[in-house]
């Protein structure tokens, strides 16, 4: 079974940061493009940001300029740096990975719950 492992969730005030990381099994890693979701209760899953295997990246309008994702090739880790947190921002984040570069789903984390309090 494929496992995604998150990190880094938290509780947060408003105009905050968090840094979130997911590690990825390396066959996964390396040939899949990996994303971030968020779901908040009664909503439905949205993607946050993207990043291809080459590196170019794709984000949320909402979150273009606050949030940026990254990938260390060498650990087989992937970032999300969440800066100028608003309370809209919480809920639980998963890390995905998958061919389709619209919405990776393939593989899935557990998920990590970000809260931003006002």
């Known amino acids: 079974q494929v496992q995604l492992v998150e990190s880094g969730g938290g509780l947060v005030q408003a105009g905050g940061s968090l840094r979130l990381s997911c590690v990825a099994p390396?066959?996964?890693?390396?040939?899949?493009?990996m994303a971030w979701y968020r779901q908040a209760p009664g909503e439905q899953r949205e993607l946050v940001a993207v990043?291809?295997?080459?590196?170019?990246?794709n984000y949320a309008d909402s979150r273009k300029g606050r949030f940026t994702i990254s990938r260390d090739n060498a650990n087989n880790t992937v970032y999300l740096q969440m800066n100028s947190l608003k309370p809209e921002d919480t809920g639980v984040y998963y890390c995905?990975?998958?061919?389709?570069?619209?919405?990776?789903?393939?593989?899935w984390g557990q998920g990590t719950q970000v809260t931003v309090s006002v």
């Open positions: 990043i291809g295997r080459g590196g170019n990246t």
């Open positions: 390396r066959n996964i890693f390396s040939i899949y493009h």
């Open positions: 995905a990975a998958g061919f389709r570069w619209s919405a990776p789903g393939d593989y």
